[in-house]
């Protein structure tokens, strides 16, 4: 089975965004332009995130997303005040193909059974942020890794999937930003734990970092700093891939621009 690579782009207002354990944001383009350039590259899915939808509570990203789903052909995920499914309805019509629950699960696990009867669980991505222990282990957290739920990240994960979650999303607060590397043991203790595919977020820098994270599990990783700095790109990350002789889809030329 083909690794999946996904441009990960965290959004605030209209700006796409970046910072370092989900704090000191700075802005990094347009996140409409940039998810263009990664599908030309030849990204296999995108995630966007919208980090300020709990202020707003609601996601604010259906525009973003209409215009986009109408140039890149690959699924996106939409994540951030998703609470209900009127609110998964809307992102769906305007061009999402899966809506990615963070804080609204944590509150009432319900609403994932809910979203996976309606919308299937190919549609149903529980998000975790994660937050590792002093004493061992990690804490579900929501609001951008700043409000602890006093959830076990790896039980929570179990009872996700349960519930009807197609894919985990897992974002190590920690290593997010950091381009240091994956939290590698998280991604395993997860993957262990589940039979859903498990998404890998925060810290990847490059191919040895994808490499290690799909060694430890994960079946997709997704890349945002590295990706909105060009200290990477898909086609590269590709090639240095298949040297490593981890299954990832055939390249393909970059398109002309849209």
Known sequence: MNIRLIARLDVKLQH???GVQMEGWRKMGSPAERAKLYYQQGADELL???????????NNLSAIVREVAQQAFVPITVGGGVADLKSVKQLLDVGADKVAI?????KNPDILREISDTYGSQATV???????L???GWEAMTDNGRNRTGRDVVAWAVEGARLGAGEILITSVDRDGTMRGMDLDLIAAVACEVDIPVIASGGAAGSKHVAEAVNS????????KALHTDAITFSELREDLAELSIPVRAHKPEMESL
């Not at 966007?48 to 609601?58: K, P, Q």
């Not at 963070?102 to 944590?106: H, K, L």
Request: net charge neutral; no cysteine; aromatic share 6%.
């Open 16 to 18: 796409l965004i970046k």
């Open 48 to 58: 966007y995130m919208d980090v300020v939808a709990s202020l707003y509570e609601r």
């Open 102 to 106: 963070n804080t609204a699960a944590t």
């Open 126 to 132: 529980l998000s975790i942020e994660t937050k590792q």
């Open 134 to 136: 002093p004493q061992g």
């Open 217 to 224: 599990g994960a079946t997709a990783v997704s890349i945002a």
